[in-house]
């Protein structure tokens, strides 16, 4: 195995950036996506849903329906409930202050008895063309009866709103906290000041670029159910699915996941389309092929954040951080999606120490229900939330104590002697060194300059303004004893099979998903790397239950750390295994048998053997110690990770507003990241490009807005303003990487830190550009109307103000 | 969509007489806003009618007049030499539509037609006091458009061209709906020999405006500043979710002044 510390970037290896093998087949039209699939026989299904965001079904008429040309069958949540399937399960549980486990309410495949929001499926209707089913889906008698809704938090926790669910009194799902009250109330006794700060974070639609799509097949000869569907982790949609839902054993139930065309966490959830597919399949003995459209996604699709907070810090006379007090109100949307309750909580409020020293950590998280699309993770899931609050409560504490944003930042920054570092909220970071991305940065971006710069565009009537964020996330996840004692109802190993074949070419099955990331490249480059074999002959393999031993997926940033640590173990028990082969060809002692650049060498001789040639006597093992070792080379293992990965680093943003309209032009961005080892800087550098992307998406134009009656108001893309390239700037990327310590790898992980870093930067940036107008927060997006009724409101202030 | 019958007829006449003989008849320009619609299964026309076919593509110079052709697409427009000689606000505002893609397809009989509250097109027609050119009259601009999504033209009355008379010089100046790239305010100003003329698209509430104070302010002096006092009354505004009715007001006078200074 080569040395992973070794400098020496080997082609196709560890450090190199070769171009994306997957790529051929995405730029030249020939992936092959869920949609293009079609299975012989296929009926298409269309999903009826309502148009009103809370009401009583009292009837639904499917008669005359039923009668329109081509139509093959029509279901409705009462057929759904006779036939006994449950309800999609939610993979997470938590339990409020007082013990009490969360209100769980069921979540029927397809609506039963009320309708919660506006998207809702009403009934499937299957038919011989997707057009035919809308015909039929148009004369389908339903007879809804409006109940007052609740789109907002605060009107949906207001006394005698209308319940979402009679189960959740208040419409509260959990009151949840975390941390040492006692410590934190005697913290701010003795505070010098008190910085405070209510920010909302908006909520966002992830938008993937392939809508969401499934076809259901059932093969009456062997029983068997297969799902095609566009999953980020079709192991646990056969798990969620098969095990709670339709009651399907895993052998008699196959999940693929073809290429999926960017999933953001908005594919990681168990939809409810997937098992109606699935059940309706088997019904009528033919497959069911549904395509959601762009529309329908906007109100299917899980949508992201949510969160309203109200923070407060307090702060000692020399800057320090002496205590964080935190309370949050998180929309879980109408139905709890998967993994929705773990991201105000455990993948959220356990960052609330940030990089900082923070001794005394507090925070509250109600999660509420409302007649909203289901809230769930989108990329930085929970992480993003808090960095953004952490983040600009730092700008404004400065501000408070007429410090300089880096002096106090860098007053309570972890220090990297410190590490091992224990936060009061659960985790224990491994690794960090938040100066040295923080220096690196500041120098790239010339911090130092910026003052000349804001001279200089005030020359020309523009408000220009800097801001950073220093922030740390945690992913990788996750240890399963961890993550199973705060709530997760699976375990969050991975797994991969290394599958060596005779000539020495290599497949690996890993249980994770690409889905724009590029995992056929870098998990080549990393296999390539370690058992010295041509990048080109490895080939990665994922997305398909029948195919991988097991695994779960990919989301927070785990693949890497997670997934490919299970490679680098299952190469460990190949190289092992070649060991003891080579040691037997060449009479020498297993002990004595180093292996390093793809050869097998008797140690302090020149006599080796080539990784092929043990490859292919393990599979013709005409001369092979029989005895001790068994022919074949193909391991499996399974990768449970020690602790979170914690990246972090410093990103830095420039922009410059014109008072006349109030737009926002991004100046620079700069993001210096630590994300542990890398494997392709090039694919790295991508990864940080689109999360900044999503960051400034989030930042300045993505809101997903409903009006008071639950209708969303954004709900194309003619309103909801999705990031292009010309809202964003070149980016420059740079990594400053301590390695993680518990992996093999050192890996950290880079899926979500551009998401996570990047929000705080931009709207510090706004706020300070604004600096003499007197604003110490702008909620996301900062808007163009937004900045220029600040800028409209008030003169800029004097400076000696 | 809803399934409708197709007809790519060859003559004018013919595609009159196709959206005459059937009231559900609707005829196809670029398909930029009519495809999506009826994907969307908004409108269920019995028939289709596609004007491809009726040699309506063309730029010319005709006297004092600069005339497209209903078939014409915003990229030929754009890109027109013609264009950018006679009146190159009109090529500025034909290149910054929508996206590459719209351009290529969407056509100013297209966007004439539909009226949309926030196309660019209209402040054009409006300002410059053009001409519709229909398969049965000529329509002057100020008796056109009115009012959101609505025109003079007859269900089967199809444009065929429009006249510009060319003015002395003009500008249009967009603030971009952030998210659909439309106009959230587009502002075309021109110096025409009838005098000052301002013409106000997206902002309105009734769809495109002229605006009267404005255009008495650059008749006392062609300049921004003249514009510096001039305010647009909110009532007239439309609001949404982008812009309430005071920002747009504002943004009015913000782009009246750019366009102003960028008239040539
Ligand atoms: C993403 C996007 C962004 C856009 N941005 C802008 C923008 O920034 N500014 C802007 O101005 N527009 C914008 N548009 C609209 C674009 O300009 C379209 O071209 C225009 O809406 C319609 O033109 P069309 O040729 O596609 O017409 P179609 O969609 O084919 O037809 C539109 C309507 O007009 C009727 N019609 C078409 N031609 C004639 C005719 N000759 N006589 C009578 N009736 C006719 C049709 O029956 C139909 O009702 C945008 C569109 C999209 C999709």
Sequence with gaps: MNDLSNPVIIKGGIGDSPKRTEDHRFLSGKGRYTDDINRPGQAYAYFKRSDVAHGVIKSIDTAAAAAMPGVVAIYTGEDIAKAGIGGVPCGWQLHSKDGSPMVEPPHPILAQGKVRYVGDAIAMVIAETTEQAKDAAEALVIDIESLPAVSEMRAATAPGAALVHDAAAGNICFDWHIGDKAAVDAAFATAFKVARIDVVNNRLIPNPMEPRAAIGDFDQSSGEHTLYTTSQNPHVIRLLMGAFVLQIPEHKLRVVAPDVGGGFGAKIFHYIEEAAVTWAAAQINRPVKWTCGRGEAFITDAHGRDHITHAELALAEDGKFLGLRVNTMANMGAYLSTFAPSVPTYLSATLLAGVYTTPAIYGEVKAVFTNTVPVDAYRGAGRPETTFLLERLVDVAAKEMGMDRVAIRRRNFIPIDAYPYQTPVALMYDSGNHEATLARCMEIADWNGFEARRAAAAKRGKLRGIGMSTYLEACGIAPSAVAGALGARAGLYEVANVRVHPTGSVTVFTGTHSHGQGHETTFAQLVADQLGVPFESVEVVHGDTAKIPFGMGTYGSRSLAVGGSAMVKAMDKIIAKGKKIAAHLMEAAVDDIEFKDGKFTVAGTDKSKSFAEIAITAYVPHNYPIEEVEPGLDETAFYDPKNFTFPGGCHICEVEIDPDTGVVQLIGFTAVDDIGRVINPMIVHGQVHGGVTQGIGQALLEHAIYDETGQLLSGSLMDYTMPRADNVVNIHVGTESTLCTHNPLGAKGVGEVGAIGSPPAVINAVVDALRDYGVSHIDMPATPQKIWSIINAGAPRMAAE | ?264
Excluded: W
């Design chain 2, 1 to 264: 969509m809803y399934d409708f019958e197709y007809h790519k007829p060859g003559a004018i006449d013919d595609a009159v007489k196709a959206l005459g003989a059937d009231a559900e008849a609707k005829a196809l320009a670029g398909g930029m806003t009519f495809i999506p619609v009826l994907k969307q299964r908004l409108a269920k026309p019995s028939a289709v009618v596609d004007l491809a076919g009726l040699g309506l593509t063309g730029i010319r110079r005709e006297g004092n007049a600069l005339v497209i052709k209903a078939m014409t697409t915003h990229r030929e427009v754009a890109m027109s030499s013609e264009v950018a000689s006679a009146i190159p606000a009109l090529a500025t505002l034909a290149g910054n539509i929508g996206d590459r893609q719209v351009r290529y397809r969407g056509t100013i009989g297209g966007s004439l037609a539909n009226n949309d509250p926030s196309a660019c097109y209209p402040s054009a027609v409006l300002a410059l006091g053009a001409t519709i050119v229909t398969s049965r009259r000529r329509i002057a601009a100020a008796d056109y458009f009115q009012g959101m999504f609505t025109t003079a033209l007859e269900p089967d009355e199809l444009i065929t061209e429009v006249s510009f008379p060319i003015p002395e010089k003009a500008a249009y100046a967009k603030f971009p709906n952030p998210a659909s790239r439309y106009a959230m305010v587009g502002v075309f100003v021109a110096k025409t020999a009838e005098g000052a003329r301002v013409a106000v698209t997206g902002a309105g509430n009734d769809g495109v405006f002229r605006h009267a104070a404005m255009e008495a302010a650059l008749d006392q002096s062609f300049t921004a500043d003249a514009l510096k006092d001039v305010t647009t009354p909110e009532s007239l505004m439309n609001g949404d979710i982008h812009a309430g009715t005071a920002y747009r007001a504002h943004l009015v006078g913000v782009m009246a002044r750019r366009a102003v200074m960028a008239c040539k």
